[in-house]
């Protein structure tokens, strides 16, 4: 059975700015500018640890994902201070972003939940009246379109999306 191909949504530079500054919670904010900033899945986001984190050379390491594989992306300046005042408020101990879950639950391990990103990245598309279906993935593929728009070279983007094959990195060519 062949599977419907649709291509996927993607915001402007201007919506993630709208949807940045409609974070009610500066974790949330902190949150969906790591998932776009790096151009993260959800589960790499949920799974950083505060020492995957390198301020000094501007980097963020992904360890263990799809795959089974790491790959090291790069932090702007401006993610730095927001990561850094985001550590100092909330104080992390293990995970960058903590949930509260029921400690005694089967299978919690104390990381953010699934839901509550995704949770979090639809309440702000909505609070920043974005009419477009938003969701964790979306972020990601805005951030590889507009590094192609910006005219990073392909194979460059294949390397910091850590996809496995150019041809998944070049269906971005086509929007």
Same mark, same amino acid.
Request: hydrophobic share 35%.
């Given at each position: ?53 390198? *301020? ?40 960058? *972003? ?9 299978? *919690? ?67």
């Amino acid at each position: 059975i062949r599977k419907e191909k649709k291509l996927p949504t993607v915001l402007s530079k201007q919506e993630v700015w709208k949807m940045l500054q409609h974070a009610q919670l500066l974790k949330h904010k902190i949150l969906v500018g790591l998932l776009y900033g790096c151009g993260l899945r959800c589960m790499e986001a949920r799974s950083v640890r505060l020492t995957d984190l390198d *301020f000094d050379r501007k980097q963020l390491h992904i360890k263990q994902s799809k795959g089974r594989k790491d790959r090291i992306v790069p932090l702007s300046e401006h993610l730095i201070r927001g990561l850094k005042k985001y550590i100092a408020a909330e104080r992390p101990h293990h995970w960058l *972003f903590t949930g509260t879950g029921n400690p005694e639950g089967k299978g *919690f391990d104390g990381r953010y939940s699934q839901r509550g990103v995704q949770w979090a990245v639809k309440r702000m598309a909505t609070d920043a009246g974005i009419k477009k279906e938003v969701s964790v993935h979306t972020l990601r593929h805005s951030y590889a379109c507009h590094l192609l728009e910006d005219g990073m070279n392909i194979v460059t983007l294949k390397e910091l999306m850590g996809h496995a094959a150019i041809e998944t990195t070049m269906e971005y060519l086509h929007l």
